[in-house]
């Protein structure tokens, strides 16, 4: 990965602030003959869409993606790519607070140390209005991979996690958190807005899972599957952790507890487990491949924390205005949107070498 | 990251199987004028070299680097360095067993599945004893960075935790198991012992703090600094898990008790936690860098388990000979190479833009 | 280089077609802190605009050039530069001879067998069009190198070629032919006029020198600073031919006439001569660093030449509408942007390494 | 490309200086299961070895290439394919000359003003023995192409080109100038015999032809095939220029002179002529690729040139010892592997867009 470029062959750079004209994401190396229309990729958009419900922030953006290349008469013409989504609700707001001290939690601080300098409005370049652009890329990566298919949901929110045994897909569209388990659901709506209320912000685990993905993509050993994924979902704005399978709670089973055991199969093995999430030695097994990800609480909160200002002075600062009570949920989208982009590379570089 | 390249300025490629003649390393981009010998690079293969203890696999190899390219006159001279290391120990073992079926847990089936064809002997490309070419290159790496001090340890076996009350930097390298904790280690020997005296294996998380890493180095978007870091930990034999600073217990935080406040210091910044790892926003705050690493139990074991041949047919199959009950163990010095290697090539990308 | 993205450290990415809505370019890895401004980037554009007089092609497009990211207050930030040309004069064309048939010399046919499909429209993205992002592109990387003074110049159309004695820079914008001496700018008015009546085209050769190039820039082997210009001069729409220094002609000399010789300079060694275009090994001399490139004659021509229709019938095709008599001439600031950009990410690259 | 990496999806690196213990390639992305020993790159290494007669240097080495990793049971296995090359003629040399002062026209002056330090045994790493590991690498390249055949012969030495209408292509290993014109290679003998006695070097131009090439191949805009040919090419020591097909003639004909027109062919179109040297629009057009390169006269060169020593002082500098009269004639097999190694990458890469 470059700097603001990913993948090998099957490449998307994304480029935009938060308080710019427009965002947008290039996706080269894309096979051509592929049907495409703005209307195909702009569902995927909606449902990252800020301002949908009161438990994400109320930023109104259509985020209306445009195709401005690599698409002739319905079809990917193999060139780039270049979508774009303007920015509208670029309310004209009061940013002298940001712009003299340091919202802790933030990239402003860091940014600073890097550059020098730094576009302050609404987070600039770090903000997660940037991810509208992978979750479009991500679109056009999902038609490159048709066998696959792409689930993700939340699993957990503030430390209370779903009950698996009621995990129900058909659920997972019907409530403002991606939830597949309705009673989970209900809880997390008085969780949520709690803490909203409070001016407050929740964490949450999002995990995602890829089925139809055969056995044999990923390329040992730096450019491995399950490092794609890592990078690639640690990537996201207030990621802090990436499991594959049973991650962390791997280390504290038994070898013969953690194996996979197989049997045969119609076409291929078969496996009786998969602690290992479909990934072994950086290659695809063919079983689902499974993610799991933790997202922190939004930084932004109405709660003042002690901070410095650029010229190094104490000071207090309290996010005003527009938030996301809990930045996870809208991670969903995005999460989906980066394991597509990353499988569709994986799936092009495996028929590169090996045909 | 390509196949089996890594880095952006600073990169490094590996090559090399269990048992072929020779694996190695090459380096490329490192500065000229560093100091540098084949006796420097020795101790961090000699800490992650095998057969030390009855605790790690008893393959006894002598690891040693030799230096073929890039030094002239005891420095580096900016030209690629290949420093390769020799296999000696390629016990002449009879690998029917392992070349006609497949061990569960362990890369010989996707490699078939992908290749449609495998090198069988001691796991081929997928052992784990390519990590010593890491562990080579790492030491290079820690030449470009000799502001930041890496330190890497064992913190669980098997669930069995460390008291991080007791935590003693000075214990790593008093036991066998890199643990800072004495009363852990000794509780560990009878834990790691039994397993192994059963046939089995036990996982182990693996911390590593980087400290003296300026505010600054990492590249946002896709080349931030915590997600080269989840690559590059990824992308270790075994690995599982990433998590920078709290990870996934960040998110069963309220944003308040997530928040790093800052305070006046005295050329930068104080903060008054650090449950963001040390990077925001993809980039370093100054603060020590935290990652921790989630091994899975080898998947090597006595105990026989359900699989099938490459015919298709039900077989069983247990690993026999030699290997590590903990490959977590082994794990520190090539947790601690990757994130030199990841730290190296970000200070000098950040040199690169940022001047 | 990857498909549609150049650079390693300072990397661009164009993307867009002739007869799309738009095109541009994104730049990445800018250092922050640089002045920059869209009327800052528009005379690089207006260098190269269609339609200024009878010598070049009689479409009429502003190419006014947008930034849509990577700027705040007037200075770059250090993220990524998006650069928009809206396409304004895609005249309602009828394309269906195109659509029908391959024009020789054009990369129809080649389109076609790799993708199985184009957009006929103009070229699609094989219209020369497409360099007006370069030259966007270029502009920015003429920030990173106020060092270094990039003059580009037509030496020959059709045969004729300048004469070096008569060489005045001021010349050069003082005629449709970036010619740099009056006598052979009189006398190509003629010859490019009269190829123009007869529905012909002409062949170029374009010569570019950057001065204030330092010694020192350039990375051995494969990013050899002259590898890198072949390549980004080579992309170029119709060039056929890259020389550096005296190219082809060094290979008629014998070793002590193609020798530049040394003596004491006041900081630096002082060449006798520079048969080497400013680069040994690979690495910047300290010279000016000097490159020729043919352009062949642009194969849009009026003359009905034999071809096959996509159905592989034979039949004939003449270009009709509006093309460059001689597509050299609005070569010379393409060739300027790519030296540009290839010194940009040289720079920055040694900058990486050596510091 | 990267420092001294090569290609996007088949890539290889190589390291080694001329007086080290050895020097190499690692050939990476290399589909599996195609059949390779060492005995099958051999000859190709054979072709380049120096001291075979007395048209070139006398330094006497076996270049004898060992397998080290990527190949089980005398196939590929698609891991890392390790190629190392003992240096064996090491002649313990007095170096004190070329420690002290620059060698005009060599890298001496470039890579001491880079680096501030350099490897002045042999040229280090800008020696062109480097190439022999190109050689290496172009050898499995060609396993990846075997629709491909590569020709290559030098077909002008100083000034003395070959009788086009002579061409045999049956001569060019009869002589020891890949020579294709038995009377060119008689008169060369003479020239070339007559420069080596005078202490001269003479330049060279090398032509490769690959046919077998389908249409289709290239990736536009920034990695078309002509741009790669370019790049691999001039990153070969002494070449100052490439052309493609008509090179810098085209640049001197009319459009209707250098069109190639088509017309209807058995599976295919059939062109009428290959002006283009097989490539359009950055493309591969199912002609044969024609390329040409000009090699400037070996620098090192028995006649005292001026220079200046690492202090600055005024001195002189007549090269000592063994070298080529003509480098370009040993570029022959250079060439030829350049362009396996760019054809190989952009046919996986085709594969991995197209299918």
Same mark, same amino acid.
């Given at each position: 990965m470059s700097m603001n470029t990913s993948g090998r062959v099957f490449r998307f750079s994304t480029w935009g602030e938060s308080h710019g004209p427009a965002l947008g994401?290039? !996706?080269?190396?894309? /096979?051509p003959?592929?049907?495409?229309? %703005? %209307?195909a990729i702009q569902p995927f958009l909606d449902a #990252?869409? /800020?301002?949908?419900?009161?438990? &994400? &922030? +109320? #930023? #109104?953006? /259509?985020? +209306? !993606?445009k195709i401005l290349s690599g698409v002739f008469e319905g079809q990917t013409t193999g060139t780039p790519i270049s979508l774009m989504i303007e920015n509208t609700d670029q309310r004209s707001k009061d940013y002298s607070d940001v712009a003299r001290a340091y919202r802790p939690g933030h990239a402003d601080y860091t940014y600073d140390a890097k550059y020098g300098f730094r576009d302050y409005r609404g987070g600039g370049r770090s903000s997660a209005r940037e991810t509208a652009a992978r979750v479009a890329a991500g679109a056009v990566a999902r038609l490159v991979i048709p066998e696959v298919t792409i689930c993700g949901y939340v699993s957990e929110i503030?430390?209370? @996690?779903?009950?698996? &045994?009621?995990?129900? /897909?058909?659920?997972i569209t019907r409530n403002p958190f991606f939830c597949p388990d309705a009673a989970a659901a209900k809880r997390w709506e008085d969780l949520v807005g709690k803490a909203?209320? %409070?001016g407050s912000s929740l964490g949450? !685990? !999002?995990e995602c899972v890829a089925t139809g993905v055969p056995a044999g993509w990923g390329a040992p050993l730096y450019a491995k599957l399950d490092a794609d994924l890592a990078a690639a979902i640690m990537s996201i704005n207030a990621v802090k952790g990436v499991e594959i399978g049973d991650g962390f709670a791997a280390a504290r089973l038994r070898g013969e507890d953690n194996a996979d055991p197989m049997r045969p199969g119609e076409n291929a093995p078969e496996?009786?487990?998969?602690?290992?999430?479909?990934? @072994?030695?950086?290659i695809s097994t063919g079983q689902p491949v499974v993610v799991r990800t933790a997202f922190k609480p939004t930084s932004s909160i109405l709660i003042p924390q002690p901070t410095v200002t650029r010229e190094g002075e104490a000071t207090e600062l309290a996010t005003k205005g527009r938030h996301d009570p809990c930045v996870g949920i809208r991670g969903v989208p995005v999460v989906e949107a980066m394991m597509a982009l990353v499988l569709a590379d994986q799936k092009m570089l495996h028929r590169a070498q090996c045909g």
């Open positions: 994401a290039i !996706v080269d190396g894309c /096979p003959g592929l049907a495409i229309s %703005e %209307e #990252r869409k /800020p301002g949908q419900n009161k438990f &994400t &922030t +109320q #930023r #109104r953006e /259509p985020d +209306q !993606v503030g430390g209370d @996690a779903i009950d698996p &045994t009621a995990f129900d /897909p058909s659920e909203r209320k %409070e949450a !685990v !999002v496996f009786l487990a998969n602690h290992a999430g479909g990934i @072994a030695g950086g």
